[in-house]
């Protein structure tokens, strides 16, 4: 399953970057069919969708996407223990491991290497969101290449452990 939602950083010139992040695994730890990505309709306002990130530190992660990305900051708690970056109807937050500890949870640490999901950015110029992105501290884990659906993709992770693919737009066949 994808969740998207758009922002447009004043780093990438204009260039529109779509936010998704992509299931790779279910509820039940089973993987999702190659290629079954659904594309998550507009949300109203009484339904808003986050999508969480178990992280270390906080305003470190929020920092990375800054740098990497050119996503900024929309929200810190005083406390540091939670902060959401400004991607539009969905959000992409971050709580601290530790604060998840005192709500009874256990969040396992990521690894880009058995991800159980990516979040995906979308942009016009996958090799320089890539060298940004890699400039920015984010792990090589796939250098640009052009799918054979026609897409461009890379991969990186973040200094937690997140996979995230940094891509160009697919193009969906037009209808009939």
């Not at 929309?74 to 539009?88: C, I, K, N, Q, V």
């Not at 709580?95 to 999901?117: E, G, I, N, T």
């Not at 320089?128 to 659906?149: K, N, T």
Request: glycine share 10%; charged share 20%; net charge negative.
């Amino acid at each position: 399953m994808s969740l998207a939602g758009q922002f447009t950083p004043e780093e990438e010139r204009g260039n529109r970057i779509t936010l998704a992040v992509v299931i790779l695994q279910d509820r039940r730890g089973r993987e999702c069919k190659t290629g079954s990505i659904l594309i998550a309709q507009e949300l109203t306002d009484d339904f808003p969708l986050y999508n969480s990130f178990f992280v270390e530190d906080v305003a470190a992660s929020l920092d990375f996407f800054t740098r990497a990305f050119g996503l900024k900051t929309g929200f810190l708690h005083d406390g540091g223990d939670y902060g959401e970056l400004a991607t539009g109807g969905t959000k992409l937050a971050f709580s601290s491991r530790a604060l998840m500890r005192q709500l009874a949870k256990s969040p396992a640490p990521a690894d880009a290497a058995r991800p159980v999901f990516e979040v995906a950015l979308e942009t016009d110029s996958v090799p320089g969101a890539l060298d940004r992105a890699v400039s920015a501290g984010a792990g090589l884990i796939q250098a640009a290449r052009e799918e054979p659906w026609g897409q461009v993709t890379s991969y990186v992770s973040d200094p937690d452990g997140y996979l995230a693919e940094i891509c160009s737009a697919i193009q969906l066949p037009g209808p009939g």
